[in-house]
Each structure stands twice: as structure tokens, then as C-alpha cells.
């Protein structure tokens, strides 16, 4: 899945953020949801051996640009870009990663322009769809079509801890970087960009849940 990206890819790390889950499997789950870290890949099984040492900037931008990859994999190609100092003239919108902080823990849904989705309870239990079924996919890909108004208003920032309880946090994956939008439930509802985000995230997860019922 991820082999033509490793190909080029080196080692570069940043310093991670408080991460949410007392379980280090689920964080792992979690980090590698933003698609900003492709040692985190590396520690999720993947060999070591698949990480090029030399990487081409020509190489990693073919993959960032190419419709036909993974969203995931896209992403992962323009970090490196951003982070090798490269120019990056794209502002596609890949991902969106919604985080809501319960009482009893984070639930985070995370949906891609390929039409996978990633969905982290906050009891624990993780649900995966890969561009299937069809009203997952189609949901997910309306997600990030929706939120697309929504960062190309906002401006990129960096990875942080998760949102504190009585937020909502909407990251959007673009290959300029991450825009994030946080608020209450309220300020969110208020806002005319980010309110139907949340709306169809919340139809997103409606037919996870469906589908995991």
C-alpha cells in the first residue's frame, strides 16, 4: 500500500503532541490518521527496509499529484515536500479528522477523499472501511468535498493536543498543510463553513454505525 511512497521517503520525525488513549496501539491508530509522520508507518509494521534513504523531490510530487493513489499515501507525499522545504502550489483537500472528547474518552472519525474512513470509539474499538461499502464511501467523500470551502478560508497549522471536553476539533487534510477548526458545539453550529461539515460527519458516522451494528 505503501511501497512507492517509502520508496522515497527518508526518516524525518517531529516532536509528537499529547496523545489521547492510555493503549499504545490506539494511539498509534490515532497519530496516523493525520498522515504527517511516515516513521509512524514504518512503526505500524511496515519495514524499515521500504524507506529510501535518498529520497527525489520529483518522485514524492508525482505521488502527491497522482488521483489514482491513496489519499493517505498523497498526503504523506506532500509532508515530505512541505518538510524538505520543496514548493507545494496544490491546496487539494484529502482528509478530514473530526475529534470530539467525551467523558469516557475521544471518539475520532477520520474520512478521505478516496472514500476510506477510519473511526476510533472512544470505548476503545476501532472500525476501518477501505472505499467500501458504497454509502460509507460516498458519505466520506461528501465529508470532504463539504469541508473544502472551509480550509481554503482557513490557514494551516500543526499538530496539537486533542481538544479539550465541550469542543469539536476539524482537521482538514490538505496537501498545503492541516487547517483546523475548533469550537464548542455551539460555535460550530454558528458557523456557516464549518456547520455542514459537522453535519455530514455526523451522517459519516451514522453509517459506520449502521454498518457496524
Known amino acids: 500500500m505503501f511501497k512507492k511512497l517509502f520508496a522515497a521517503l527518508s526518516g524525518r520525525r517531529h516532536a509528537a503532541p499529547p496523545l489521547p488513549y492510555r493503549q499504545d496501539e490506539l494511539n498509534l491508530v490515532y497519530q496516523l490518521l ?88 472512544h470505548t476503545g474499538r476501532v472500525a476501518v472501511f477501505e472505499g467500501a461499502p458504497d454509502d460509507v464511501a460516498r458519505q466520506a467523500r461528501l465529508l470532504v468535498q463539504t469541508a473544502l470551502p472551509l480550509a481554503v478560508k482557513g490557514t494551516t497549522k500543526g499538530r496539537t493536543a486533542p481538544p479539550v471536553p465541550g469542543n469539536v476539533r476539524l482537521s482538514l487534510l490538505a496537501a498545503d498543510g492541516m487547517h483546523v477548526r475548533e469550537g464548542s458545539f455551539g460555535d460550530i453550529e454558528r458557523d456557516k463553513l464549518a456547520a455542514p461539515v459537522l453535519q455530514e460527519a455526523q451522517r459519516l458516522l451514522d453509517a459506520v454505525v449502521r454498518q457496524r451494528s
Do not use: M
Not at 499515501?73 to 522545504?85: D, E, F, I, N, Q
Not at 507545494?88 to 470530539?100: K, T
Open 34 to 121: 493525520f498522515c504527517d509522520d511516515p516513521q509512524l508507518v514504518k512503526a505500524s509494521g511496515t519495514p524499515a527496509s521500504l524507506f529510501g534513504s535518498a529520497p527525489d523531490p520529483r518522485v514524492v510530487q508525482t505521488i502527491g499529484e497522482d488521483p489514482a493513489e491513496e489519499s493517505r499515501v498523497r498526503l504523506l507525499a506532500w509532508h515530505w515536500l512541505r518538510a524538505a522545504g520543496q514548493p507545494v502550489a496544490s491546496r487539494e483537500l484529502l482528509g478530514v479528522v473530526v475529534e470530539v472528547p467525551l467523558d469516557q474518552g475521544l471518539d475520532v472519525l477520520a474520512a478521505y477523499a478516496d472514500g476510506s474512513v477510519r473511526y476510533i470509539n
